[in-house]
């Protein structure tokens, strides 16, 4: 006799047809008779079972379980907390509203119950803390078209606001420096343009900023005071003019991924001692390799190629002890490679320099 599975049900299960079905669809009883069914399955006892029998058998377990699931995602929606305070419950559920609206809201890929009068925390992309506060917003590759709008600065916890791979277009909202509590900017993938707004780059918590593959433009803001930052990208835009050196210098900072962009001047000499990762690539940077690079203990990734960097490679760098990859091509360097540097290294690349010596 042949045999058919689903799940744990097996064709030779001992049961009738029609009483069984009944007995399913009374519910829990339907369950516990489908533990004992299965226990006998293991016993391997032969019956009038057929396997049509046993397909709807398994749909109706399915629907007992669905049920049981969307009953238990109602209560934990149901559960979620609010502000307790009306005044403020009101204030940010209207500022969620003004974000939807101005990002193109009732065209959005998912947008399950924003604007109803469900927990905003059952909002898709919304996340509240144990006060009902909204700490986070991930709405991302979900069709927001339009201008971000400043009014997410009245969420006073927000912390995260995770919009990248979206149409977002136009300027940074100045008045994002409101979010005082805002650790991860990630906005990446849209179509931004103008300025990174000065106020971002003095938010006290920022710990993460990407704005990476947009049209941003302009200066990078002079002033920052951001002892938290560790990631800031921004690589494949249009930014130009200089690098400003107070960025370089804050305390936290590990990665910095600026390439491909207009930028011009030197590269500071003052340097954050946690930096890892430092990409200038395909620039128009000029000016020397600061000889401080070889000081940088923590440094893996040093990319500066595709610029217009002149004079010599550091020396400095052969003993930058945890540098694994080093690209300087397509510069104006010139004098010798450091002896040991070239072979010490997973990836170093020197080539088109005219003025460079061999490796040694």
Not at 14 to 29: E, F, P, Q, T
Not at 104 to 122: A, C, L, Q
Not at 144 to 172: D, W, Y
Not at 338 to 352: C, E, K, N, Q, T
């Amino acid at each position: 006799m042949p045999r058919y599975g689903f799940g744990a049900v097996h064709a030779h299960a001992n049961c009738k047809d029609s009483a069984h079905v009944r007995r399913l669809s009374r519910g829990l009883r339907g369950l516990a008779w489908l533990k004992r069914c299965e226990a006998k399955a293991s016993k391997r006892c032969s019956g009038n079972g057929s396997a049509g029998s046993l397909l709807l058998i398994g749909l109706l377990l399915l629907g007992v379980c669905g049920s049981r699931a969307l009953a238990q995602k109602t209560d934990t929606a149901k559960s979620l907390p609010e502000p307790a305070d009306r005044v403020l419950r009101e204030r940010e559920r209207r500022a969620l509203i003004e974000f939807y609206e101005a990002l193109g809201g009732p065209d959005w890929i998912e947008r399950d119950f924003w604007g109803s009068d469900r927990p905003v925390g059952e909002w898709h992309g919304v996340t509240t803390d144990a006060d009902g506060r909204v700490v986070q917003l991930t709405i991302y590759d979900n069709n927001l078209t339009g201008a971000l709008s400043p009014a997410i600065c009245k969420l006073e916890r927000l912390h995260t606001l995770h919009l990248s791979f979206n149409k977002i277009s136009g300027a940074l909202p100045d008045k994002l420096g409101e979010c005082r509590a805002l650790k991860n900017l990630w906005v990446k993938g849209n179509k931004l343009t103008g300025r990174l707004p000065d106020s971002v780059a003095v938010l006290p918590e920022l710990e993460y900023l990407d704005v990476h593959a947009n049209d941003l433009s302009g200066p990078l803001p002079t002033i920052w005071d951001t002892p938290k930052l560790k990631i800031f990208r921004a690589e494949d835009n249009r930014i130009s003019g200089a690098l400003p050196e107070q960025l370089f210098r804050q305390p936290r900072l590990e990665e910095i991924f600026l390439h491909n962009n207009e930028l011009t001047g030197t590269i500071p000499t003052s340097l954050s001692a946690n930096l890892r990762a430092l990409l200038l690539a395909n620039n128009r940077l000029s000016g020397p390799v600061p000889n401080e690079m070889g000081t940088l203990q923590k440094l893996t990734d040093l990319r500066l190629n595709r610029n217009q960097l002149s004079g010599p490679i550091p020396a400095s760098l052969a003993g930058a002890a945890s540098l694994q990859v080093l690209r300087l091509d397509n510069n104006r360097l010139v004098g010798p490679i450091p002896i040991g540097l070239a072979r010490r290294l997973m990836v170093f690349d020197a080539s088109h320099n005219p003025g460079l010596e061999p490796a040694q």
